[in-house]
């Protein structure tokens, strides 16, 4: 990751943060519909990876999905107005926040499903083989969907077919309320694929040059028509498991723990300290972000909702 990278991580990290900061105040708030997830926390996943990738490689994501729209290059205003049900979201208000879907960037889609997306992916990573492109497929799924059936069978088929998809599991503990050991004995993601013979790695998933070094050797990888791979990336979830979860089945961190944690901490302290930014220009990229999430918000609470005629125009009897 050289310099310019490491300034685009780092934005992209504040970008999410504060949008997403901000949407979880927006659905106390009742502005905001729906249940929501939030990243926060896990933004090196979403930053070290999608920002490698092209408008024509297909990414897929869950319940979880805001931050990995945006690296992928969703307009944040489209994100933000579809949140708050107007026409002029992404999904023209219908989907919200985990139906979110832009094709024009390769985001191709958010689902409530969990594991449901990871069979989708492998279908356009075969896509990408059969029309002899170079473009890739990437998965972002949890330690909780890791137990889906359907997950597996997609180990199956895309190491059979050896096909360019790229499975990024954000191993954060926790699926919903209930802690990994409650739910399986395997401890690593990325040892249930051993017997699939995929190439893998378990990174510190809050290291963001971490994500960003292993992630970019598989996307070389893959754009040569090798995969599929795995990349399981061990990182903590801040907040609750929806806007709104008191949490109390676990103990929150303290606030220094969290800044050892924290991605975006870790990231700017580091180009601080090799000289590549001082803290000025690092606070100027996050109130950079900052204006853009007051932006958004300004977009969507101005944009119309949808007419009732919508719903006859795009339901199917
Ligand atoms: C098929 C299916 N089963 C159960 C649920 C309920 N559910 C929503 S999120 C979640 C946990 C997912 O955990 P994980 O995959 O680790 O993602 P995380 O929430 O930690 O990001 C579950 C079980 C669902 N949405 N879909
Ligand atoms: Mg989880």
Known sequence: MNSDDALRVLATME??????????????AGEVFGLIHVSVGQEGVAAGTCTQLRDDDAVYSGHRAHGHALAKGA??????AELMGRETGLCRGM?????LVDVEHGFLGATGVVGGNVPMALGSALASR???EDSVAVVFFGDGAAQGGHVLETFNL???W?????LVCENNGFAEFTPRSAHTVVERVSDAVAPYDF???TVDGNDVRAVWSSFGGFLERA?????PFLLECLTHRLSGHYVGDPAAYREALAADEWRKLDPIVRLRTSLIEDGTLDEAAADAIAAEAIAEVEAAETFGRDSAYPPESLTAEVAYA
């Open 15 to 28: 970008r999410i943060r504060h949008f997403e900061e901000r949407v979880a105040r927006l659905k106390l």
């Open 75 to 80: 307009p944040m205003n489209r994100v933000m």
């Open 95 to 99: 989907g919200g926040s985990m139906h």
């Open 130 to 132: 059969l029309r002899g």
């Open 158 to 160: 895309a190491s059979l």
């Open 162 to 166: 050896q096909l360019p998809l790229i």
């Open 199 to 201: 190439a893998r790695e």
């Open 223 to 227: 754009r040569t028509g090798e995969g």
